[in-house]
């Protein structure tokens, strides 16, 4: 496992309010430090309903967290590839940003805009997604064809 970084995109195992045991994708990393057993130690950004504050720590052990881009877009599951394909959708639209803390962790979280290059290699990356999803899933291509519009229908 390669060490996580401020900014990673993880998804990270955690106990939901209401819930239970949950998995949140595409979560940031905003902090790591040494642990004696498992290298790092790692501070997540997490969802609302988090039973914790709103950041999570976890030793970095692939049990409880991973980088979402970690495994080749053919070895994915189908939730991580729709995951992977969201975020990269979202960071491909017009007015992304992305979340950094130039104050620390424990700061005010700030959104930077991408830049037009990187908007571009996230719509690539959703392209590649997509034709994984269209390639292998046949519940993917079932599900796109009964909520494509007509017109589109044989354009994609």
């Known amino acids: 496992m390669k060490p996580f970084t401020i900014g990673d995109r993880v998804s990270v195992l955690y106990l939901s309010k209401s819930h239970g045991t949950c998995l949140a994708m595409n979560r940031y990393v905003v902090h790591t430090s040494d642990h004696p057993v498992y290298g790092q130690k790692v501070w997540v950004e997490m969802p609302s309903d ?33 995951a992977n ?10 007015q992304s940003t992305r979340p950094t803390w130039p104050a620390g962790w424990c700061s005010t979280r700030v959104e930077t805009p991408l830049t037009e290059v990187e908007r571009a290699a996230h719509a690539a990356q959703a392209a590649l997604h997509i034709r994984e999803l269209r390639l292998w ?14 017109h589109l229908r044989g354009m994609l």
Not at 85 to 94: E, F, G, I, N, T
Request: net charge negative; charged share 15%; no cysteine.
């Open 50 to 82: 988090s039973s914790r504050a709103s950041f999570h720590i976890t030793p970095a052990h692939p049990d409880f967290i991973n980088h979402m881009d970690a495994d080749p877009i053919s070895a994915q599951t189908s939730n991580t590839l729709i």
């Open 85 to 94: 394909l969201d975020w990269h959708l979202a960071m491909a639209s017009p």
């Open 137 to 150: 899933r046949t519940e993917f291509a079932l599900w796109e064809q009964s909520v494509m519009p007509e």
